[in-house]
């Protein structure tokens, strides 16, 4: 048994002064001064009590890349960023593109007694943008969505029958939106900063083009879909009027897209090559605004470790990605809550209520008889990042040595008590 005594729990719809016990990896009970003796005693005075946060969209590189990371290290690297669950993109080698695949993920995943892992499933035999895979097998094997993502699926004809078969089966579809004719060849985002730098940039019509088409696709097979990483003022604005039409449309973005611009590449830092690439401010703000208005329903990492050597070449040849899962909390706390942009029960909405809601997971609340996934958060703790401490093989963090407020002290998965 564990007793969180002096609890202010954050819940989407409201927060409480409360005690929480747990027993058998269930919260059992939620009361001012409970007292049982025989429990583990955690004081949470002056902390946060958070349903623990569900990432959406991250990328664990097993199988085939476990030089970059393995579903142990990458769900270990959750637990330190109050993570209770997260889902895996299917771009490994080979892809996770049938059923066998997505059983190897759910095994590890119970093999490294972490965070829970949970697979996404590919659209496409081989994310070739062909044939279809089986989308009702690998959701029976433990896939929570179905997604290309590292690749967009570029026929239309193909993404529309992805979400009709998509909505036979029940399962989320995740569409990486990005017209590749638009971005191919570019590696930041079109603007001042490639010109001054000498970078070939991505016009922003890349993402923004593949966001407008993907939501008319779903509307005309009123479908469901889920927009990742979404980095524009155009691509916020499209979800936005789609949601006022109907369309069953939800989507993410990242917290380098509310903190960071394209500032970042200016020294040539690899670690700031990211896709979609890091905007102008003018799209931060925009981000920020649909984070406000609800138009942005999750806050995802696109977790994307890569070896110290594969980073440390000429901006051009470097990969994108960075890594997010122990300083999302963080980032997210610094720069939307402290900031007054949205309440502590918003950033609950957006890590934990909504990414549940959307994939169908248990979680994304604290309350009597659910499985206690919890993250307690330290929110007068300040400290500065450094990305060689970090749990993750991947050290390639756009946030290396920025300082952030907010830090998760202990994390809780189905019972089982991670102290950090």
């Known amino acids: 048994m564990l007793l969180l005594k002096n609890a202010t729990v954050v819940n989407a719809d409201g927060m409480t002064e409360t005690d929480i016990l747990?027993?058998?990896?269930?919260?059992s009970r939620m009361a001012s001064a409970i007292d049982e003796p025989d429990a583990k005693i955690?004081?949470?005075?002056?902390?946060?009590v958070f349903p623990g946060f569900i990432d959406m969209h991250c990328h664990l590189r097993d199988p085939g890349q476990t030089h970059k990371e393995t579903i142990e290290?990458?769900?270990r690297a959750?637990?330190?960023?109050?993570?209770?669950?997260?889902?895996?993109?299917?771009?490994?080698?080979p892809p996770l593109d049938n059923e066998a695949m997505i059983t190897y993920v759910r095994s590890r995943s119970a093999s490294a007694g972490n965070a829970e892992v949970y697979p996404i499933g590919a659209i496409t035999r081989g994310q070739e943008g062909g044939q279809l895979t089986e989308f009702g097998k690998m959701k029976a094997a433990g896939a929570v969505a179905v997604s290309d993502d590292g690749k967009p699926v570029e026929s239309g004809a193909v993404m529309l029958n992805a979400l009709k078969y998509a909505k036979t089966f029940g399962i989320p579809l995740i569409s990486h939106s990005e017209d590749k004719s638009i971005s191919d060849g570019g590696v930041?985002?079109?603007?001042?900063?490639?010109?001054?730098?000498?970078?070939?940039g991505i016009p922003r019509a890349a993402e923004s083009a593949a966001v407008a088409r993907d939501v008319l696709l779903a509307e005309e097979a009123d479908a469901a879909i889920h927009i990742a990483h979404v980095s524009t003022a155009r691509s916020v604005d499209a979800v936005r009027r789609a949601k006022e039409r109907g369309v069953k449309v939800t989507c993410e973005t990242c917290p380098h897209y509310f903190s960071a611009t394209d500032d970042e590449i200016l020294s040539y830092n690899t670690n700031a090559k990211i896709n979609p690439p890091l905007r102008a401010q003018s799209d931060l703000d925009a981000v920020i605004a649909g984070i406000k208005d609800g138009t942005i329903d999750v806050i995802a990492t696109d977790?994307?470790?890569?070896?110290?050597?594969e980073k440390n070449r000429e901006f051009d040849y470097a990969p994108f990605g960075s890594v997010g899962l122990e300083t999302a909390f963080s980032v997210a706390y610094t720069h939307l809550v402290l900031t007054d942009n949205i309440k502590l029960t918003d950033l609950c909405r957006l890590m934990s209520y909504k990414p549940a809601e959307i994939l169908g997971l248990e979680g994304g609340r604290i309350a009597e008889g659910v499985r206690a996934d919890i993250a307690v958060i330290d929110p007068d703790a300040e400290y500065t990042v450094d990305a060689e401490n970090f749990v993750s093989k991947g050290k390639n963090s756009v946030f290396d040595g920025w300082r952030l407020k907010g830090r998760v002290v202990r994390t809780i998965v189905g019972g089982k008590d991670f102290e950090l």
């Open 303 to 309: 977790h994307a470790p890569h070896s110290r050597d």
């Open 22 to 27: 747990i027993e058998d990896g269930i919260i």
């Open 73 to 75: 290290s990458g769900s």
């Open 188 to 200: 930041v985002n079109a603007g001042e900063n490639a010109t001054v730098s000498g970078l070939r």
């Open 78 to 93: 959750a637990v330190f960023g109050g993570y209770t669950a997260v889902c895996c993109m299917p771009n490994t080698t």
């Open 42 to 48: 955690v004081d949470c005075e002056g902390k946060l």
